[in-house]
């Protein structure tokens, strides 16, 4: 087949989509990316792709949208795709519309988070269900990550197929080994160096883009007066329409590490990792620390709480509190022991769970048969 993969921005088609592209492209299909441009497209190409830039907002702006969907149709049309495959709501949304009218075929989305959720206002909420439906009418198959929002989308109806499918998610387990047993590893004692923290020192690590979202500010304030540090990593992309997050705002024993290539020796010398998030959709950020062995804290929301099993592999707190996360935070930085057992746990999980490879099969297998 001939297939598109469609996203909004360059960053989410070279660190979440690419793999499976490269397994279509292994199965001998033709795949073609297709983003709004950026410095990520062309790490794409490295790979042997054909990329399209083609501008697409992640803010509520009817005339881009109008315009991008014009242009989607036109250029579905012209390649004469076997299948579109979607992800990200905007980008989702318009692909969908544009791919039925242009013809396509087989119309693919894979859900990674429905923007609603239970905390949100429910007229807005009531807005953005009505949005997937109205995606749902033009989609053939609609793949989730985590299953409670497979649950919510055959409760709600969203996909005009009827297949519906929670795929997980997942991270190269060789890539996110472990730290070898015993001794202290050169890249732990370099970087600990490097970020002013001390070889004994408790780290807290989190990984996510640098928006209040992600449940920074909370996070900034539990650590206030813990006996710990933390290692923030992320950054808020360009086309980002969700609340920063001050960098005066952190206090002395947090540092900003900004966007980082060296994610898995991070978490291999980190000893705590957490995801505060206020909304996720299977956060691929979790099941790197728990591949690498670490303990996590994270909100009790959808995906999240599918991959971590309280008080075996971590520790689930309400969100938006940040008295207890910081007492979450607390309780596992004062007890190693009960560090290494539930991230151990946590390991022996994302094996048998999520390992990509396992991930990835599942959705080729499904997208063979429709």
């Known amino acids: 087949m001939k297939i598109c993969q469609l996203c909004a921005v360059d960053f989410t088609l070279y660190h979440f989509i690419l793999p499976l592209m490269r397994a279509e492209q292994a199965a001998g299909h033709e795949v073609v990316g297709v983003c709004s441009d950026g410095e990520w497209l062309h790490k794409v190409r490295e790979q042997g792709f054909r990329t399209v830039p083609l501008a697409i907002a992640r803010n509520l702006n009817p005339l881009r949208h109008w315009l991008s969907y014009h242009r989607l149709v036109r250029l579905f049309r012209e390649e004469r795709f076997d299948m579109v495959h979607v992800h990200t709501p905007i980008a989702a949304l318009l692909g969908r519309l544009a791919a039925r009218r242009a013809g396509v075929g087989r119309i693919v989305y894979t859900a990674h988070g429905f923007y609603f959720h239970e905390r949100m206002a429910p007229c807005k909420r009531a807005l953005f269900i009505a949005l997937e439906k109205w995606g749902g009418r033009h989609t053939d198959v609609l793949f989730t990550q985590a299953e409670e929002d497979a649950a919510s989308a055959r409760g709600l109806g969203l996909c005009r197929g009827g297949v519906i499918e929670a795929i997980g998610n997942g991270v190269d387990p060789a890539r996110f080994s472990p730290p070898a047993a015993g001794g202290v590893s050169d890249a732990r004692a370099r970087l600990r160096a490097e970020l002013e923290t001390p070889e004994d020192a408790v780290v807290v690590m989190m990984t996510g883009r640098m928006v209040a979202e992600k449940g920074y500010p909370e996070l900034f304030a539990a650590m206030a007066g813990q006996d710990a540090i933390l290692w923030a990593t992320g950054e808020r992309l360009a086309s980002d329409h969700a609340a920063g997050v001050s960098s005066a ?70 969100v938006a509190d940040k008295i207890a996360l910081a007492g979450a935070i607390r309780e596992l930085s004062t007890d190693a022991e009960r560090r290494r057992r539930m991230g151990a746990a946590g390991r022996r999980r994302a094996l048998e769970l999520y390992d990509e490879s396992k991930v990835i099969q599942r959705q080729m297998e499904r997208l063979a048969l429709i």
């Open 249 to 318: 705002a952190p206090p002395a024993n947090v540092r900003l590490l900004g966007h980082r290539r060296d994610v898995p020796d991070l978490l291999r010398a980190a000893d705590i990792f957490t995801l505060p998030s206020h909304r996720e959709g299977m956060p691929r950020s979790i099941i790197e620390a728990m591949m690498v062995g670490l303990p996590v804290i994270a909100t009790d929301i959808r995906g999240s709480r599918e991959e971590v099993v309280a008080g075996e592999t971590g520790l689930l707190v309400p």
